[in-house]
C-alpha cells in the first residue's frame, strides 16, 4: 500500500514536465506530509490535452451518501482494478498520473516500533504514481477523486513493504492517460530492481500533522 507521500516539486516544473495546463487551484508545494483526504496533484487527459488538477487522495464510488460513507479507498489493486465495482469504470475510461517526489512506508522491529522509510527514485527527477478518479455527485456538490494503482512488490523493496506504487516513466504517460490507444494494463508492474532508493527516516513521520523538510532527511 501507499499512505502517505511527499511532493517538493514547483508547479511550473509540474505543468512544464507533464507538458499540462495547470488549474488555478493547485495544492501548495512542498509538502513532506500528503496523508489520505487531502488535495493532491494529478494530471489528467481530455481530448488529447493534460491538465494539472487537485482531486481529492480518496476514491468515492458512486454509491456512496457521504464521503465517510464506506471505506477510505485511498489505494487500489491493480490485480482486480478491471473487475471491483469501484473501480472497473475508472479503470477503462478515467485514468490519471499522480506526480511525487518519493514515498513513505513503515517496517517494524523487534519490540513491534514502526520504522519509516522514505523511497524516492535512483536518480534525478519525479516519480508519477498510476492512478484512476471519478467525480462524485450528492445534493448539489461535487468532489473530485482519485486513487493509487498499487501492485505486488520485486525486489528487495519486498524487504519493506510486499506493495508497492505502480510507477509510470515518461514513455508510458500516453498509453497510461488513453493518448496511445488500449493495452494499459501492461504497465501494472512493480518497478525494476534499481529504479528506487530507500532510507530510514525519523519517527516525526508518524504523525500525520507533521511538516518540513526534515521528514525526509536520513537518520
Same mark, same amino acid.
Given at each position: 500500500?501507499?499512505?502517505?507521500?511527499?511532493?517538493?516539486?514547483?508547479?511550473?516544473?509540474?505543468?512544464?514536465?507533464?507538458?499540462?495546463?495547470?488549474?488555478?487551484?493547485?495544492?501548495?508545494?512542498?509538502?513532506?506530509?500528503?496523508?489520505?483526504?487531502?488535495?493532491?496533484?494529478?494530471?489528467?487527459?481530455?481530448?488529447?490535452?493534460?491538465?494539472?488538477?487537485?482531486?481529492?487522495?480518496?476514491?468515492?464510488?458512486?454509491?456512496?451518501?457521504?464521503?465517510?460513507?464506506?471505506?477510505?479507498?485511498?489505494?487500489?489493486? $491493480?490485480?482486480?482494478?478491471?473487475?471491483?465495482?469501484?473501480?472497473?469504470?475508472?479503470?477503462?475510461?478515467?485514468?490519471?498520473?499522480?506526480?511525487?517526489?518519493?514515498?513513505?512506508?513503515?517496517?517494524?522491529?523487534?519490540?513491534?516500533?514502526?520504522?519509516?522509510?522514505?523511497?524516492?527514485?535512483?536518480?534525478?527527477?519525479?516519480?508519477?504514481?498510476?492512478?484512476?478518479?471519478?467525480?462524485?455527485?450528492?445534493?448539489?456538490?461535487?468532489?473530485?477523486?482519485? $486513487?493509487?494503482?498499487?501492485?505486488?512488490?520485486?525486489?528487495?523493496?519486498?524487504?519493506?513493504?510486499?506493495?508497492?506504487?505502480?510507477?509510470?516513466?515518461?514513455?508510458?504517460?500516453?498509453?497510461?492517460?488513453?493518448?496511445?490507444?488500449?493495452?494499459?494494463?501492461?504497465?501494472?508492474?512493480?518497478?525494476?530492481?534499481?529504479?528506487?532508493?530507500?532510507?530510514?527516516?525519523?519517527?516525526?513521520?508518524?504523525?500525520?500533522?507533521?511538516?518540513?523538510?526534515?521528514?525526509?532527511?536520513?537518520?
Amino acid at each position: 500500500m501507499c499512505g502517505r507521500y511527499a511532493v517538493s516539486i514547483p508547479q511550473d516544473t509540474m505543468a512544464e514536465l507533464f507538458e499540462a495546463l495547470p488549474d488555478n487551484d493547485l495544492p501548495e508545494t512542498p509538502n513532506y506530509n500528503i496523508c489520505p483526504t487531502m488535495p493532491v496533484h494529478t494530471v489528467r487527459s481530455e481530448g488529447g490535452v493534460r491538465r494539472l488538477s487537485a482531486m481529492r487522495w480518496g476514491f468515492l464510488p458512486h454509491w456512496y451518501k457521504s464521503p465517510g460513507d464506506g471505506p477510505l479507498l485511498f489505494n487500489a489493486r $491493480a490485480e482486480s482494478l478491471a473487475e471491483k465495482p469501484a473501480f472497473r469504470e475508472a479503470c477503462r475510461k478515467r485514468r490519471c498520473l499522480i506526480p511525487v517526489s518519493g514515498f513513505y512506508e513503515w517496517t517494524t522491529d523487534a519490540e513491534g516500533t514502526r520504522l519509516p522509510w522514505y523511497i524516492r527514485p535512483a536518480g534525478d527527477g519525479a516519480l508519477a504514481f498510476a492512478g484512476v478518479w471519478q467525480d462524485w455527485q450528492r445534493g448539489g456538490e461535487t468532489i473530485r477523486s482519485c $486513487a493509487i494503482v498499487t501492485t505486488a512488490a520485486a525486489g528487495s523493496m519486498r524487504e519493506i513493504h510486499h506493495r508497492v506504487p505502480v510507477l509510470l516513466g515518461a514513455q508510458d504517460w500516453p498509453l497510461w492517460l488513453g493518448e496511445r490507444g488500449h493495452g494499459a494494463a501492461v504497465l501494472m508492474r512493480a518497478a525494476p530492481e534499481g529504479a528506487l532508493r530507500c532510507h530510514r527516516v525519523g519517527p516525526e513521520v508518524n504523525a500525520s500533522r507533521a511538516s518540513g523538510a526534515q521528514l525526509v532527511a536520513p537518520l
